[in-house]
């Protein structure tokens, strides 16, 4: 009985304390078919059925139950049959006064088969010894109650206790049953005796015997007396082989006691033999026959029936030997009896009839006396010293503590074990330290990740966080080129898409801010964005100016953005490179200088062509773009081997595109104080000047 909660949540399987109990009005029951008792209002109940469970069961008990028609809706009363699904039976409750509702209205019942309740209370059973060869045992139960392992462990000690007792009585009344038949076969002989020297006496009224007659008459009887001993031996013996014929026999052995037998090595076999039997009885409670070590101990008994068969033959033999040479003593004793008279003959051959089975019947009674006592006087061999009870009982399943420190470990493996694999499985810069880790190329900064659906947010939102890490690149630019009056800053990245023409028109925008002249050049000619970006034409640009088809003042436009100039790229020539390697890109770059306070060249990825290797050595500082979850370790890799071999001078590494919670370990922070300078605070009027809260630029480096 198992009660179903909210959800259809199993609690507690109970143990007596179940509100209603099933009495069966079937032997046959659907075994290991579930149930789902529902108590309704107005004491009744509903029975729900497994289906699928009882087509099983049906199908491999070959039944075909001619029942009532399942239904799950029809409500019964508790002592009302129930009989659907080839179930019959009646629900009690325990407590006819109490209703069954509340929480505990709903319930899980399945009738269990014999066979399978048998396995699960043997392989929850435990029996250790107290100390390695010690007689003392203490027996364990891994049950689901404390009262029911108690219960359980109480009834099968008394049990085993009573089934030895059993089999002690079992081998008394085999052994007194024995004598009684011998007894019931000499005690007719010996009434007939009886009556006949008593006829004979008193027909004759001959009362002595002469000196002669006498000493022939107790030479008989030793003779016939050792004769009729053997006699009883033969019978045991046929009893043995009879008894060792019978494979299937599970009666005790009678002991060769009983019969007179004290041949040493005969009892010693008859004892082993019953041992062994005992102990095979003992365990086909609790094993199975096929297991290894009960057909080890079959073999045993078998072997032992064999030796045992054949040393009661042997002795069957040495027997008949013994009892032909009696026979011979009884036939001389015989002759001497020929010599005397008629008369004092019959009486001596009455009297030794008599004497015979008197003596015969007097023994047996004597064993019948004898085995009676035994039985009478019997004690168990085994004994317990402590019963079991449900204050020793001890919870061993959940193991909470070790359930905590099994979740708190997998905690801890799992995710580190899924990190080890992602990485090793991911082949992208994920932080800081796989940069570094790649190359000795210096990291400039950060750039966080834009949420804006603009490609200029600097512009739009200046005081946005995104607009502050811009302005941390900046501030980290002056160390690289110092005072120079018009810094030339290249922008290029390993690969396409990692975002070098956003930085680039973004970082141009924040120098302008400071109140700067800034030209931002687009040399990627095969791909050219900035002109969209700033939402202009690519009109006259580089392409045309470094072919010499176009003058210096008109390739510079004007944008939106005060202090901010671009010279767009043009027309896409087919000699890209050799254009930007002229002495015309020295010229342009030189006039430049003369206008502006700051260049930007947006240049194509390095990994494609060389064309930023062509203008490192116009540049002050040259920004390799890398993206987080998206650079490949491999165009790393790169970078820093172009750094190693010194083709590039004054390199550095910007990261775009960081998550803004953190760059593992290495996150942005900004905090804000009151102060006075001209920046550009008011999102929507980034060109006002005036007092305002400025930030400052942390990192948790």
Known sequence: YIPVGRNGIQGQRTYKSSPFVLRTLADKQPEGVHMAIRFTEGDRYTVEIDEDQLAEWKKNNSTSVQAEEINA???????????????????????????ITGEKNRWLVWFESLPALTN??????????VKEYASVFTLSYDGYSPQQGTDYLNTLMKLYILQGMEWKSRAADNTINFIEAQLGLISDSLRLAENTMESFRLNNRFVDLTLEGTLVLEKLEKLEGEKNMLGLQE????????YLGEKENNETIISPSVMGVTDPVLVKLVEEFSKLQQDRKKVAFTVRDDLPQIQLMDQKIEDARAALRENVNNTINQLRLTMNTINGRIATAEKELGRLPGTERRLIGIQRKFDLNNSVYTYLLERR????????????????????????????????MKNYLVAILLGLLVPMTLIVIFDLLNNKIIGKHDIERLTKAPIIGYISHSDYHVEDP??????STLAESFRAVRTSLSFYTGQTKCPIIVISSPISGEGKTFVSVN??????????????VGLDMRKPRVHAILKSVNGHGMSQFLSGSATFEEVIVRTEIENLWFAPSGPVPPNPAELIGSPKMTEFIAMA?????????DTPPV???????????????????????????????????????????????????????????YGLRYGYSLGYGSRYYDPGNYYSKGTGKSSGYYTND
Not at 379 to 400: C, L
Not at 507 to 516: G, P
Not at 640 to 647: C, F, H, P
């Open 607 to 665: 990994g494609i062509v060389t064309d930023a290797l062509l203008l490192n050595q116009l540049a002050n500082v040259t920004l390799f773009v890398v993206r987080q979850r998206y650079t490949t370790r491999g165009s790393v890799q790169l970078l820093d081997e172009i750094y190693r071999k010194g083709e590039m001078s004054n390199v550095a590494i910007l990261v775009n595109d960081i998550s803004a919670a953190g760059y593992y370990g």
């Open 458 to 463: 600097v512009a739009e939102k200046p005081g």
């Open 369 to 400: 006396a004898e085995a009676g006592i035994a039985k009478a006087s019997q004690i168990t061999d085994n004994r317990i010293i402590d019963e079991a009870m449900v204050h020793n009982s001890a919870q061993i399943r959940p193991k909470s």
């Open 593 to 601: 200088r003369n206008e502006f306070d700051a260049v930007i060249i």
């Open 73 to 99: 809706e029809k409500e019964y009363l508790p002592g009302e049959p129930f009989s659907q699904g080839g179930f019959s039976f009646v629900v009690e409750r325990r407590d006819s006064t109490k209703a």
């Open 235 to 242: 019978q045991y013996y046929k009893y043995l082989l009879d």
């Open 507 to 520: 970082l141009a925008t924040i120098i302008s801010m400071m109140n700067k002249k800034v030209l931002i």
């Open 120 to 129: 699960a209370y043997r392989s929850s059973l435990k029996v250790e010894p």
